[in-house]
């Protein structure tokens, strides 16, 4: 058995410990120490990183009760080393869990919802409760979790003996057996959990909640504590105020600002739309009818304009009706339509003329042509379609 020195200290950064094995598996060399402050996977937490004897510790499970290090290099059995934890993740890690453990409690006391899903990702967590929250619950929840964090209260972590266990009410995701570590933050929550935890919950600093959505038939939060949540904040303001400069708009006005772009954008999308069929009338309306093809080129239409253009072109023409757009530089996107013939089984013909790529229906076919303008009309005047 590891003597775990998290539990213990679950601030303790640096210790030193000795090497009863070392084995290489297939992802590193998997060290055993006779005791260790890296706390391994579990919880929802992943394992702690850092160095033993320098060298690094990538990861870290249990095994039969014996913490395994999975490290970069061998060390040697029987020797002391000294152990450092990468401490400011670790930090970061309890400052999350512990908010995780505030919510948690809150929503559990307030509206009796069970949490039934925890993970830490490395940009925020999630957490997942047995029913649906409101825009206002929560906001009543953050703001009784920012006040426990401001109270400092102590937290508290210990295995309780069998019959104090039995006497305690906790949360717990599942049914337990054997030795049980409790987790205690008083009058807000009391649950069973094998993390580090900080000390007081002072020390987690803000709990913010991100977002919110329903997830089978609960909802799933995602929450975000401590130095993780100041890193967070500072990014969003940079962003708003890049916003706030491009759109020439106090921080505060920026949403109005933004309902003001979106409402021209919107007037601006009608008018092309009527430009555009307005074009695509008067381009069908140059071309005469006639018993052959119809070819035209076209630097300004969308797909959607071109492929009425198309439309238009196919009741006027005996063979089919090719609308191409874009450039020499840039390549032609084509849409290619005809009442008479079937496109998609002379797709193949097509493209070997056009240096294209591209298929579709018996109707119509759309692609790419990788050919000059120049190329593309003598491709089609040799093509027999």
């Not at 913490?67 to 970069?72: D, T």
């Not at 997942?128 to 206002?136: I, K, M, P, Y």
């Not at 977002?211 to 708003?240: I, K, N, T, W, Y």
Request: hydrophobic share 40%.
């Amino acid at each position: 058995m590891t003597e775990k020195l998290y539990y213990a200290d679950s601030h303790l950064s640096v210790f030193t410990a000795k090497v009863l094995a070392c084995e290489q598996g297939k992802k590193g060399w998997q060290v055993v120490l006779d005791r260790t402050a890296f706390f391994p996977e579990g919880g929802g937490q992943s394992a702690d990183t850092g160095t033993l004897g320098g060298v690094r510790v990538l990861d870290a499970h249990e095994r039969g009760g014996e913490v395994v290090h999975l490290c970069g290099a061998p060390l040697p059995v029987g020797e002391s080393v000294e152990g450092r934890l990468d401490f400011e993740q670790r930090l970061r890690r309890m400052q999350n869990h512990s908010g995780e453990h505030i919510v948690s409690g809150l929503v559990h006391g307030r509206f009796g919802f069970d949490n039934v899903g925890f993970h830490m990702g490395e940009d925020c967590m999630t957490i997942d409760f047995s029913g649906e929250l409101s825009r206002d619950e929560l906001k009543e929840i953050e703001l009784k979790a920012n006040e426990t964090v401001r109270a400092d209260l102590p937290i508290r972590a210990w295995f309780p003996d069998g019959a104090e266990l039995a006497a305690l009410d906790y949360r717990s995701k599942k049914e337990l057996s054997g030795e049980v570590r409790v987790v205690e933050i008083p009058g807000v929550d009391r649950c069973a959990c094998c993390a580090p935890h900080v000390s007081r919950t002072g020390e987690i600093g803000v709990i913010k909640i991100l977002d919110s959505q329903r997830h089978r038939g609960g909802v799933r939060l995602s929450v975000v504590c401590g130095m993780d949540a100041v890193e967070l904040f500072r990014a969003q303001q940079e962003s708003v105020t890049e916003v706030s400069q491009l759109l020439s708009a106090r921080r505060g006005e920026i949403a109005g600002a933004v309902r003001r772009v979106l409402t021209e954008q919107q007037r601006m999308r009608e008018r092309c739309d009527a430009l555009s069929a307005a074009l695509i009338a008067r381009l069908a309306g140059e071309c005469a009818p006639t018993e052959g093809n119809l070819v035209l080129f076209d630097g300004l239409l969308d797909e959607i304009a071109q492929r009425e253009l198309v439309n238009l072109l196919a009741e006027k023409c005996g063979g089919f009706a090719a609308v191409f757009c874009g450039s020499d530089a840039e390549g032609w996107r084509y849409i290619i339509g005809s009442r008479t013939r079937d496109l998609r089984a002379a797709a193949r013909s097509i493209n070997a003329a056009i240096n294209g790529r591209g298929g579709g229906r018996p109707e119509m076919i759309t692609g790419r042509a990788a050919a000059s303008r120049g190329e593309i009309e003598n491709g089609l005047k040799e093509l027999n379609v």
